[in-house]
């Protein structure tokens, strides 16, 4: 005999009990029915859940990837934007050169035979930039090594040029371009007759006459060569300016520097006179250029 369960319903107190034999499989096929189905929506509820989260994580990524390319094109304009830079720096130092007659310099591109695509600025932007990542990462690359490689031109080429302007700054520092001392020209540089002899000679310097005491100052900056008496000088001072200049000052009453002492333009360095071969107070001045008397009104300014 099959083996049954009877279930019992009971609607209410006055209703007539419900009686309904069912058979043992069917109980207990319906109970693991339910069991599995309890325990597949627990595991679908569980993966919903999972996936819910790495929906949100992936969300996540995509917004730091998309912060990050974003990144990597301002950095790639900033690289567009130096390289634009460099080329006004290039046209900068080329005007330099020309104003300072100067050789121009070679450009890396000029003996490395650089190429490339249209001269156009990199604009990764352009489109969907998803498939860009490379190109986008390979563009930086090569402009940061082509700003390298410009870079160290340009450096060395501004170091030549201010190494220039430096040279060029220091002769005219001394190069003596002012008065050496306040008075009247009495005795140009040229040939003239001597107040002593009466014969033609060469005056290979020009005489300043003012009261004897005037502070005589130094025209350029230099080193004191020689600063003593010297025949028909009398008291005389020589200073080397360098690059083949030198000035003499002669028949001075007193002088204030002595061999080896530095001095600036400005710095005074003797007082007017009436020693040596002189017919009355005055500085006799003299310009030598490599050993050569020049008249010294060609390098007066003022």
Not at 44 to 52: E, R
């Amino acid at each position: 005999m099959k083996k049954r369960y009877t279930i019992m319903i009971l609607p209410d107190e006055t209703a007539k009990v419900r009686k309904y034999r069912v058979p043992k499989k069917v109980v207990r096929f319906a109970i693991a029915s339910a069991v599995l189905f309890v325990l597949g929506l627990g595991y679908l509820i569980t993966d919903y859940f999972g996936i819910k989260g790495m929906v949100g994580e992936m969300e996540k990524l995509r917004m730091e990837t998309r912060q990050q390319r974003e990144q990597l094109v301002a950095f790639a304009k900033s690289i567009d934007d130096l390289q634009g830079e460099m080329g006004r720096l290039r046209q900068f130092d080329m005007k330099l050169r020309v104003m300072a007659d100067l050789d121009g310099v070679v450009y890396p591109e000029q003996i490395m035979g650089i190429g490339g695509e249209n001269p156009e600025p990199f604009n990764p932007l352009e489109g969907e930039i998803s498939f860009q990542d490379k190109t986008l990462v390979d563009g930086m690359v090569a402009g940061l090594e082509r700003l390298k490689v410009e870079t160290d031109v340009q450096e060395r080429s501004f170091q030549e040029l201010v190494e220039y302007l430096e040279d060029q700054k220091s002769l005219l520092a001394s190069t003596p371009s002012i008065w050496p001392v306040k008075g009247w020209l009495t005795s140009s540089f040229g040939y003239r007759t001597s107040p002593f002899t009466g014969r033609r000679e060469m005056h290979k310097g020009i005489d300043v006459a003012t009261r004897t005491g005037t502070p005589i100052i130094a025209p350029a900056d230099g080193i004191v060569v020689f600063s003593g008496r010297e025949g028909g000088y009398g008291n005389m001072l020589l200073i080397d300016h360098g690059y083949g200049i030198m000035t003499r000052y002669g028949h001075c009453a007193s002088l204030e520097v002595k061999k080896g002492d530095k001095v600036k333009r400005g710095d005074v360095v003797a007082k007017v006179g009436n020693t040596g071969r002189s017919t009355g107070p005055h500085l006799h001045y003299e310009v030598a250029v490599n050993g050569v008397a020049v008249n010294p009104m060609r390098y007066i300014l003022n």
